[in-house]
């Protein structure tokens, strides 16, 4: 599993789409366990489905609270169906229509 962190200059970090199968990066952004503790905007929901391939991927609790607290903060991704970072509006919440970040 990649390593999350909160700090946003993290080198490790990645940024946007793949344009190609890619492995996950080796750090994901999230919101401060203090800022995810505040009240949630969205459902915490940890399961997506790639409209594209149909895949279903599962997050880790910490990016799910992110996705429920600011459901604008990711731009993309990753899908492990296609291995590489999609975005966002290419995905829907396991069992629903809405748009994963929306």
Known sequence: ?????????????????DAGPAPQADAYLVLSEE???RRFVRPV???YRHVTCGTVTTMALPIAETYARQPSFYG????????RHV???EC???GTDEVVGS
Do not use: E
């Not at 700090?7 to 940024?15: F, G």
């Not at 993309?76 to 291995?83: D, I």
């Open 35 to 37: 800022d995810r503790g």
């Open 76 to 83: 993309a991704t990753y899908c492990v169906g296609c291995r």
């Open 45 to 47: 929901r940890c399961r």
């Open 1 to 17: 599993m990649a390593r999350l962190t909160s700090d946003p200059s993290d080198p490790d970090l990645t940024r946007g789409v």
């Open 92 to 94: 829907r919440w396991d």
């Open 87 to 89: 975005p966002v509006g």
